[in-house]
């Protein structure tokens, strides 16, 4: 649920902003507050604190620059998500308003409902992003220091095992051995300092070990400390989620088709897929149905195969109806030479009208409702599949489900993906 609050002192603008915004923004459901005056929506400001303001610039009793500042003075740094409308096209005043902490700029009388809802929204969205960079920008800061002290904890280890090699290079076939294994370390710890240079995940799994042998050892009888464990637990879960999609998104970039290929047998590796999603498939009461007997096995870079399936069926589970648990078929089949995969649910569906354009898109979700995410899974998904030649196939309709099909395309052509709104 989303608040907007409009702040403008004529009633009929007030009106059609109301008729325009209606009750929902895509899938945001909306609630609106309104004030005549700055005093009147200083107040409302106080009391709901909204999601996005709607300000007109010309009030009785201030104007909407001087109203801008007083509600930044009573919100967190870079926390206000404030869209300027004036009668006027001044560009500028549409320049000042975004200077002084305004996200977007209409003019009354040159948008429709379309413009405004996709404004609003649009400015809801990058407030939320910036709020969500802020909160972690002081993990990674704390991340990125305790990197460089394992770099020259490292530097240091490095430097021991030359000197130790160098002396071991006098001695005898005993210590020749020896020096053998040590120049294996060494170059283990060559490897270890890349990875640490270039990837954060080993600090944030030492920071993981760390909390989980506080939280096992150590004993707490005040529960507001018990309340700050569970939240640094969240914060570790987000961060370590966000920085693995990213180094996955790295590495199919860095690395594309260097994999080989093999046959893939689909039950073994469905299996394997389904036995990593146990804990979400109990939980949510889903169940998984199969049917390869067209296609028992596929020639494809198996861990790659493994991660589409991972994602596609983990996304069926996550974005279930809450009215009812997930059914989900997963199915192979042989169409004009092609391996085709096919995922089906009967989850939330997507509207593919007015968002299949961004559906594969990097840091995109389209239930933010549903759960936790990045965003990452289906542009993580069509790298895979299109690394492999292939491309995929979506139908959908909104409150029914979701069908993938992936075309694994043998002679490693590339063909565009297909969208379908099912009605």
Request: aromatic share 4%; hydrophobic share 40%; net charge negative.
């Amino acid at each position: 649920m989303k608040k907007i609050l409009l702040v403008d002192d004529n009633e009929h603008d007030r009106m059609l902003c109301r008729r325009f915004l209606g009750k929902q923004i895509g899938h945001e459901r909306l609630e609106i507050f309104e004030a005549t005056s700055g005093e009147e929506g200083i107040a409302q400001f106080r009391r709901v604190r909204p999601d996005c303001v709607l300000l007109d610039h010309n009030l009785l009793d201030t104007d909407g620059l001087t109203l801008l500042q007083d509600l930044r003075a009573l919100s967190p740094p870079d926390a206000l998500c404030v869209v300027m409308i004036t009668g006027g096209g001044s560009e500028e005043l549409a320049v000042r308003a975004l200077n002084n902490g305004a996200l977007d700029y209409l003019v009354k009388g040159r948008f429709d409902q379309e413009l405004l809802c996709k404004t609003v929204l649009h400015a809801i969205e990058k407030n939320e992003w910036r709020q969500y960079v802020g909160r972690y920008h002081g993990q990674l800061q704390t991340v990125n220091q305790q990197l460089r002290e394992s770099l020259d904890e490292l530097t240091e280890a490095r430097q021991q095992v030359q000197q130790t090699n160098a002396q071991l290079l006098a001695a005898n076939q005993e210590v020749e051995a020896r020096n053998k294994e040590l120049a294996r370390t060494n170059r283990d710890l060559d490897n270890f300092v890349y990875a640490a240079s270039h990837d954060l995940k080993q600090p944030i799994n030492n920071l993981r070990g760390l909390f989980d042998e506080l939280r096992r050892t150590a004993t707490f009888d005040d529960p507001e400390e018990a309340q700050v464990l569970r939240l640094v637990d969240e914060s570790l879960r987000d961060l370590t989620t966000t920085v693995t999609d990213l180094s996955a998104v790295v590495q199919v970039d860095r690395a594309p088709g260097e994999e080989n290929t093999e046959p893939v047998l689909l039950a073994d590796l469905t299996a394997d897929v389904l036995q990593t999603l146990r804990p979400q498939l109990l939980s949510a009461q889903g169940t998984v149905r199969t049917c390869f007997d067209q296609l028992p096995e596929v020639v494809a870079v198996r861990t790659s195969l493994r991660t589409i399936l991972l994602n596609l069926l983990a996304n069926a589970v996550k974005y279930r109806q809450p009215e009812r648990p997930p059914r989900i078929t997963l199915r192979s089949r042989l169409a004009d030479n092609q391996a085709v995969l096919e995922v089906q649910d009967n989850g939330l569906g997507i509207d593919l009208e007015r968002n299949g354009a961004e559906l594969f898109h990097l840091f995109r979700r389209f239930h933010p409702e549903a759960g936790e995410g990045t965003g990452v899974g289906l542009f993580l998904v069509n790298r895979l599949v299109q690394a492999q030649g292939g491309h995929i196939e979506v139908e959908s309709t909104l409150g029914e489900g979701t069908t993938f099909r992936i075309f694994l395309n043998q002679a490693g052509r590339s063909s565009p993906l297909v969208l379908t709104q099912r009605k």
